[in-house]
C-alpha cells in the first residue's frame, strides 16, 4: 500500500493488518481478555510507526551518507579487483579533495599519492593479490601495509591510506 507523506513523497508501506508481530505477540493478544479488534490495529499500527523510527534514525546515522565513507570504498580490494580502474580511480580523487580541504596533507603529497595509488593499481600482481583478498583471514590495514611494504616506493600513498584506515 502506498501512502503520502506530506513533502509528496511515496513510501512503501505494509498495511497494518500485515505487521508481522510474532507469534509471542499474537498468542499474548488471543489471550487478554477485553482487547478489542480496534486496539489491536492500532497496537499494529504503533508497532510500525516505531520501525519507521527505527530505520529513520539509522539511516540518519548511517555512515555512506558522508562523502568520505562513500569514497574509501576504492581502499577495498573486492572493489578494486572487480570495478573499472576508472570507478575506482574517481573514488580516490574524492577521497583525496576531501582529505586536502581538511588540510590533513599539503597538495604535493596528495598528488603524489594520487599518482603513486594509480601505479600500484596497474600492475598484474597487485590485482592478483586484491582477488585473493578473504577479511575472514586478514584484516584490512594489515593487508595494504604488507603491500605497500611489498612495492615500489608509495610513501605519499603509505601516509595517505594509514590515516584512512585509522
Known sequence: MFSKKKDEV???????QDIDIGYETRSA??????VTDKEVLVFRRDCRTSLQFLVAKIMERFPLKYPLTKALT???????ASSSRD???Q????????ILEANLFPA???QN???EFRKLISKEGVINQMKSFSRKETRLDDFWMKILEETPPADNFRKVAQLLLI
Request: hydrophobic share 45%; aromatic share 6%.
Open 10 to 16: 511515496y513510501v512503501n508501506l505494509k498495511r497494518v
Open 108 to 110: 604535493a603529497t596528495i
Open 74 to 80: 576504492f581502499l577495498n580490494p573486492d572493489t578494486i
Open 29 to 34: 493478544l488471543k489471550t487478554c481478555k477485553g
Open 91 to 98: 573514488l580516490l580523487t574524492e577521497a583525496l579533495d576531501i
Open 87 to 89: 570507478s575506482v580511480c
Open 113 to 115: 599519492a594520487d599518482r
